[in-house]
């Protein structure tokens, strides 16, 4: 489950129905679709509709975290499908998915002085641009005046909205961003990168923020790559994204953060990790692959495909085009499995949002399309 975060005007957990509208975490990604599954599998059941193929239902409770539950299910020796599809990206078909990296870059601690930064923190999860970030330094009150009036400056020459909170020895920092997927960061603005902008150029020699400007080099806010060095692209699933999530102060008193790297489908990520690797080692920081899952491709060509085509047009009376996203999938973790929904094209870009939603017509349609593939499938 994705943290709901914050700005909900319904409880994200209530499941509430406002004027046909289902409003609630998961609502679109996934728990909304996987009963639109589970439904039309129902539905052909209880229509007697004749199949060739057994149809399987393989639940998986891990995709957000590195898809470990549907490794455990291909390792362990489980049934493998012949073909099939996860409703988790959008239609009309997803037959390409970008590389996905995910890395934590750290500086070591150092001894304090007497402006201390005591606490990071940025996004719930690494695959979320964040809404908000905060740092709270802590030191004499004569020493943190000069710090609150650079921070200050420093938001206001670029129009950052900027919360400061004051007291006991105590200064914390808000800059203020916009929420988004990690997969799309540029719908977004990363409220982590303008944080560690703002600490590191703070006017102290706390190592500290030394260590904030070393991780804000190698970030920016077009969330492409180019301060890592890798900034690249290809023609069929687009540029690379790089987004900052994840922000901490360490035990030892140094900083860490969590980048979620997608990279096109044509790349291949052993062309990119040296120039990471030597990039973040210029600047005194560590580096550690927490996980590194490679791209998705199918042949359009293939039968799993032309069947998916036939389903959609079949019931919509729409063309069913090819699409590349930089998300990922359960589909990368076992052979020809594609993304086949949920969202359609157009749709705004309400996965992973706040107020995140499905009006109950849209679910229906998904239904619809959902058993009129899985009869393509298994006949």
Not at 225 to 248: H, K, Q, W
Request: some cysteine; proline content about 8%.
């Amino acid at each position: 489950m994705v943290p709901e975060g914050t700005g909900w005007s319904h409880d994200p957990y209530g499941a509430e129905i406002v004027d046909g509208v289902l409003y609630g975490r998961g609502t679109l990604d996934d728990k909304g679709p996987t009963y639109a599954a589970l439904f039309a599998l129902a539905a052909l059941r209880d229509g007697g509709i004749p199949l060739r193929r057994r149809i399987r239902v393989i639940f998986g409770t891990n995709e957000e975290s590195g898809c470990a539950c549907m490794a455990h299910y291909v390792q362990s020796g489980q049934e493998l499908p012949v073909m099939g599809f996860t409703p988790d990206g959008a239609f009309p078909i997803i037959n390409a998915e970008k590389g996905s990296v995910k890395l934590r870059l750290s500086s070591p601690g150092a001894p304090g002085g007497p402006e201390k930064l005591t606490a990071l923190a940025a996004a719930p999860a690494a695959n979320m641009v964040p809404e908000t970030a905060e740092g709270t330094i802590k030191g004499p009150p004569e020493r943190l005046l000069p710090l609150r009036r650079a921070l200050e400056s420093f938001a206001a020459d670029r129009e950052w909205p900027l919360a400061l909170e004051e007291g006991e020895g105590r200064l914390t920092v808000r800059p203020r961003g916009k929420a988004a997927h990690a997969s799309l960061p540029e719908l977004g603005i990363n409220a982590a990168v303008r944080l560690l902008r703002l600490l590191g150029a703070l006017p102290t020699e706390a190592p500290w923020r030394r260590a904030a400007a070393a991780l804000g080099a190698l970030v920016n806010e077009k969330s492409d790559g180019a301060a890592l060095g890798i900034a690249c692209r290809d023609d069929l699933s687009g540029p690379l994204t790089l987004n900052l999530g994840l922000l901490e102060v360490t035990a030892d008193g140094g900083l860490a953060a969590t980048l979620d790297i997608r990279y096109p489908v044509r790349q291949a990520w052993e062309g990119l990790f040296p120039e990471v690797q030597a990039r973040v080692r210029d600047l005194g920081l560590s580096l550690e692959v927490l996980r590194h899952s490679p791209p998705l491709f199918v042949d359009p060509s293939s039968e799993l495909i032309q069947a998916l085509q036939r389903a959609y047009t079949a019931t919509t009376g729409q063309e069913a085009f090819l699409l590349a996203i930089g998300g990922g999938t359960y589909a990368r973790t076992m052979p020809h499995v594609v993304a086949f929904g949920a969202t359609f094209p157009g749709d705004p870009e309400l996965m992973h949002q706040p107020d995140e939603r499905i009006p109950l017509e849209r679910l229906a349609l998904i239904t619809r399309i959902l058993a009129a593939a899985m009869r393509e499938l298994a006949q």
